[in-house]
């Protein structure tokens, strides 16, 4: 991959810088200079990957851009809003996306299509603690042809252990990913503790004190049920003399009150309609004649009233022609006329008084026979009254009913009480068999998970072993390469804590690790694993950049090195402090780009 043009704008603490890469290229100068986020952009232009700290301060904007040969540019810019930082990718002037430029890569250059793996030499050295192998594997960088029946062989499991994995995990031809292994180690412990908690609630529920059962919960139950019949029989039969006997009781009652009731009424008879109709005509014209009596005896006391009305005039001097004259005429004629003709009246008077009363008293003996005839119409009526209410309850024939022998049924209750005890221990006894039974299962599963969990566990167990597989390779590719340029040792790759380096002396066998090494010994390490990680993403672009520590010696070595590969590489970049790595480059002849002199 050949790069023609490097430039960046507002990219970490560049505020703008462009140049055209060599072969090799050399950046010098003291720490704060810019030489590591020169390499940045670069590394952030070809994968696309931009630092989370690519916003230089101050700025809303910026891009890194790499302008290839064969391709065009590919810039990774970036905007700032309220919402934060946004990224966008052009490629050749048009936006594209990563993915598209990882392939575009691809094909034209047989780079990786994840375009994740272009590191520096100190990215590098900064990833060995962590799991670059794991991160190496599952980004697709080494092979993976770990099949379940591969992965089985690489785990110390039990048959039992084995199949609940075989289970769990994907069957060939599929492979098993890193991923896969630490679900299923996530899985099992995740349930490891719920199997463990189910394993307490067993044991505690398989603890029994009582005794052993003589029969079954079926034989039990099926006396139970028949007891149970028995009862409900008698005892319908007791609800149904009760509500018979009840019926009965009063039909007898209401015999006896109607029949005492309509005792009073034996001697009553239905009153005469003659008798009513003689009431009546009595009553009418004795109302009548009291009527003819009163009118005749106001006509009377008028008559009285006018006459002595007249008298009393008699008696006055006055002239009945006019008052102003004496009358002299004679009035005892007259009053004697008079006089007899008001005695007459009041005589009548008191004869018709005497008769009025004497109808008064008529008419109350003839009310007083009306208001006993109706009593006994009345009566007569209520009597035919009972009578029909006692001959309809007479009508309904209801014997009484015989009483039910349900002596038994204290005992079959006493019997049913024991029977649910007999039935509540049988119970129990069987939860505890059954608990019993999941404890004994649960402990072979408790144990499988344990197994599982050991063997699945990202510190050590298979993974290692599948880091261990995967990174052979690499390790051998490694060897290979140390032949030539550190003899003395092999090197070998640690996957059990992450990824680590040693040196192993092939003479002696002892081991050292990458950080106890030499610093000429841990720059033609760091040479080898870029060499390394070059053949692995294909790019053919070297970035070293920890060379600050370098003496005149290592240095020298390095450059070596440098020159005896640098077929293998369009491009190297090399960063350090100092400008001694550029006259070690002018003594050996190197031609190189002083990039801090043209940008």
Avoid: W
């Amino acid at each position: 991959m050949k790069i023609s043009k490097v430039e960046a704008k507002n990219f970490k603490g560049i505020s703008h810088m462009a140049f055209f890469p060599e072969q090799i290229n050399i950046l010098t100068g003291s720490n704060g200079t810019g030489k590591t986020s020169i390499l940045e952009a670069i590394r952030s232009a070809v994968t696309g990957k931009l630092p989370a700290d690519a916003q230089k301060t101050g700025a809303t904007s910026g891009f890194a851009m790499a302008d290839l040969v064969g391709l065009g540019p590919i810039q990774r810019s970036y905007t700032t809003t309220s919402e934060g930082m946004k990224t966008k990718t052009l490629m050749c002037g048009k936006t594209a996306t990563a993915k598209a430029v990882g392939e575009t890569l691809k094909e034209l250059y047989g780079s990786s299509s994840t375009m994740n793996l272009m590191l520096s030499s100190n990215v590098a050295e900064s990833m060995m603690g962590n799991d670059m192998a794991g991160y190496l594997l599952t980004e697709g960088f080494l092979k993976n042809d770990m099949t379940i029946d591969k992965l089985l062989d690489m785990c110390t499991l039990s048959k039992e252990a084995q199949e609940e994995l075989r289970m769990l995990l994907p069957l060939a031809p599929e492979y098993i990913t890193l991923k896969d292994i630490h679900e299923a180690y996530e899985f099992y412990f995740d349930g490891r503790k719920e199997k463990k908690r189910e394993h307490k609630e067993a044991e505690i529920a398989a603890k029994y004190e009582g005794p052993v059962p003589a029969r079954n919960y079926e034989a039990a139950d099926k006396e139970r049920e028949f007891i149970a019949s028995e009862i409900g029989k008698l005892t319908a039969s007791e609800e149904s003399y009760a509500n018979l006997k009840k019926a009965y009781d009063l039909h007898v009652s209401n015999i006896e009150s109607l029949e005492k009731k309509l005792a009073p009424y034996a001697k009553v008879t239905m009153p005469s309609k003659s008798e009513k109709e003689l009431l009546d005509s009595k009553l009418a014209a004795n109302e009548k004649m009291m009527r003819e009596i009163t009118s005749s005896i106001k006509v009377i006391e008028s008559d009285i009233a006018s006459l002595n009305k007249i008298l009393g005039a008699l008696s006055e001097p006055v002239c009945p022609i006019s008052e102003k004259l004496v009358c002299s005429t004679d009035k005892t004629g007259i009053r004697s006329e008079l006089e007899g003709q008001v005695s007459a009246k009041e005589k009548l008077l008191v004869e018709q008084k005497d008769k009025l009363a004497g109808l008064v008293e008529e008419k109350n003996g003839l009310s007083a026979s009306a208001e006993d005839f109706k009593k006994r119409e009345t009566d007569y009526k209520t009597k035919l009254l009972y009578k029909e209410q006692l001959e309809k309850e007479k009508s309904v024939v209801i014997a009484e009913p015989p009483k039910p022998n349900t002596s038994t049924l204290a005992v079959l209750r006493l019997r049913s009480a024991s029977l649910r005890e007999e039935l509540d221990l049988i119970q129990k006894y069987n939860t505890a068999e059954a608990a019993k039974k999941k404890f004994e299962l649960l402990t072979k599963q408790v144990g499988i998970y344990e197994e599982l969990v050991d063997q699945l566990s990202p510190k050590g167990g298979v993974r290692q072993k599948v880091l261990e597989h995967s990174v052979a390779p690499l390790q051998s590719y490694c060897n290979d390469k140390m032949k030539s340029v550190c003899p003395k040792y092999d090197l070998v790759l640690d996957t059990s804590d992450g990824f680590k380096v040693f040196l192993a002396d092939i003479a002696t066998g002892e081991t050292i690790s990458y950080a106890s090494a030499s610093t000429g010994e841990r720059v033609r390490i760091i040479y080898v694993l870029m060499s390394m990680f070059n053949a692995l993403n294909g790019f053919r672009i070297l970035i070293l950049d920890n060379l600050n520590e370098l003496d005149y010696e290592a240095c020298m070595l390095l450059m070596g090195l440098v020159k005896e590969d640098i077929e293998d590489y369009d491009h190297i970049f090399l960063a350090s402090k100092d400008g001694e790595i550029c006259e070690i480059a002018d003594d050996l002849e190197i031609k190189y780009l002083d990039v801090f002199k043209v940008i």
